[in-house]
């Protein structure tokens, strides 16, 4: 492709990375996945996850999107010109377009309960069912989670069509830090909540009784949706970087920034719930946590200070959304540069495209919670198969590919060449890299599928 766009710097590269990993996957998934799965026994089976599959796989797409320069799906034709591999790409471009439709619902709801915390729509509430009601409400209406998952398509839809540097990379220098300091402060005020020690204690203590064949298969789960891997959304990113980035270390920086997120995410969620004496049971850690149960805790641990509990839950909320949209920016990107590319739209026209296709899509997942709530797929809300099919399969599925084609398809002169630049960077871990993609990680993901089919 003539005059492509790039990365203009090296930090714009690895925050918009870091930006499309940080998601709702780390602030609304991994505290769910985590208190449900033993705590600081689910952390570390999770950080195991992220070295042997999440890091081989991350800097596999880096290095297939930075050596073609390409859309994911065109990526491939140009390393295996005349094979099926291509599917893997197009895969992924379904898989963006697919995610994207449903992810942008939740994102939604996270303008929605910024503009309740704005307002100060929580104040004076104190019971369990008061939350569930304005939730139950709000999500079951037919106009307004609609109106709002359009905004939210929209909003990613204009970042995406100023382009890659005056787009992506302008919004994730400012987004994330943001993002950082947002979380620093909700961090410090968490644990600093009296009886949160409780819930630090349960994020350190390891309780490994707890660990089981589903927990390590969770914990893989959420490694390759909050890592973004799979659907090659770090393969488009990758084709933006300049020769000159160290992918390896753009790799170790990214799944250093996404892990400490996500631990962060713990250190509010968890403390705060201690302190509101709000009692962990799986229950209050399901998908509704952070709409239900943390407003919930906000107003309980700050009774006496309600100024307090208004700050903490209209900063909570305006993360979620910076968070959310960086990710969404992410999957967008992924389907508007195939349709650029491919068909010869041109950006906008490409990125318009996408927009109105997850609209679409998206209106089916967003009235699954109340007009649509009976429609059921494989016994699940639209919405609900969306979300198994995309990170039960797709993501998966294609990681397990990625792996495949990097361990035992390219060329190895190549992935040499692209992983040193060229020789000018040392990889002593080259061999060990090889053994895992060939043979860990394909075998691994196999695994999680299988058990996702309930085959053992
Ligand atoms: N990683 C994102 C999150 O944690 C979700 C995501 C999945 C983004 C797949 C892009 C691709 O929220």
């Not at 918009?16 to 570390?44: D, H, K, M, Q, Y």
């Not at 009296?194 to 203590?205: C, D, I, M, N, T």
């Not at 009692?279 to 641990?301: C, K, R, Y």
């Amino acid at each position: 492709m003539t005059n492509r766009e790039n990365f203009g710097s090296k930090l714009g590269a690895i925050l918009a990375a870091a930006g499309s990993a940080v998601g709702l996957g780390n602030i609304w998934r991994f505290p769910i996945e985590t208190g449900r799965n033993g705590g600081a026994a689910f952390i570390l089976v999770y950080i195991g996850c992220i070295l042997l599959l999440g890091m081989p796989i991350m800097l596999s797409e880096f290095l297939i999107g930075r050596h073609t320069q390409s859309n994911t799906a065109r990526a491939y034709q140009k390393l295996a010109p005349g094979t099926p591999w291509k599917w893997v790409g197009r895969l992924g471009v379904f898989t963006g377009f697919f995610i994207l439709s449903y992810y942008a619902v939740v994102a939604g709801w996270t303008i929605e309960y910024a503009g309740l915390a704005l307002f100060n729509q929580f104040d004076g509430m104190t019971e369990r069912q008061d939350f569930e009601q304005v939730f139950t409400n709000f999500s079951s209406e037919p106009f307004l989670p609609v109106i709002l998952l359009i905004v939210f398509i929209l909003l990613t839809h204009f970042v995406v069509v100023r382009g890659v540097a005056k787009g992506i990379e302008r919004w994730s220098k400012v987004l994330m830090p943001m993002l950082f300091i947002i979380i620093a402060v909700l961090v410090v005020c968490s644990v600093s909540m009296p009886k949160a020690g409780e819930g630090v204690r349960f994020l350190l203590y390891p309780d490994f009784s707890k660990v089981d064949g589903g927990v390590v298969l969770s914990a893989m789960g959420q490694a390759f949706y909050s890592l973004s891997l799979g659907m090659g959304c770090l393969c488009t990113y990758a084709s933006y970087f300049s020769k000159k980035t160290n992918l390896a270390k753009t790799t170790l920086q990214v799944c250093i920034i996404d892990t400490l997120i996500a631990l962060m995410a713990g250190f509010i969620i968890f403390p705060a719930a201690a302190a509101a004496d709000y009692g962990l049971t799986p229950d209050d850690i399901g998908p509704s946590l952070i709409f239900i149960t943390l407003p919930n805790v906000f107003q309980q641990a700050f009774s006496g200070m309600p100024w307090l509990a208004y700050i903490f839950s209209v900063m909570f909320y305006l993360l979620l959304i910076v968070a959310a949209l960086t990710s969404t920016i992410s999957m967008h990107e992924v389907v508007t540069s195939y349709m650029s590319e491919e068909f010869h739209l041109g950006r906008k026209k490409a990125a318009w495209v996408e927009t109105s296709m997850s609209i679409f899509l998206g209106i089916f997942c967003a009235l699954s919670f109340g007009a649509l709530g009976d429609v059921k797929i494989f016994g699940q809300t639209i919405f609900g198969a969306f979300d198994w099919m995309a990170s039960n399969i797709c993501l998966p599925v294609g990681g397990m590919f990625i792996a495949i084609f990097t361990g035992w398809y390219l060329d190895r002169q190549l992935f040499r060449d692209e992983i040193t630049n060229c020789g000018t960077v040392r990889a002593p871990y080259f061999k060990l890299l090889i053994f895992v993609l060939r043979y860990i990680t394909p075998l691994a993901i196999f695994a999680i599928i299988l058990s996702n089919f309930g085959m053992f």
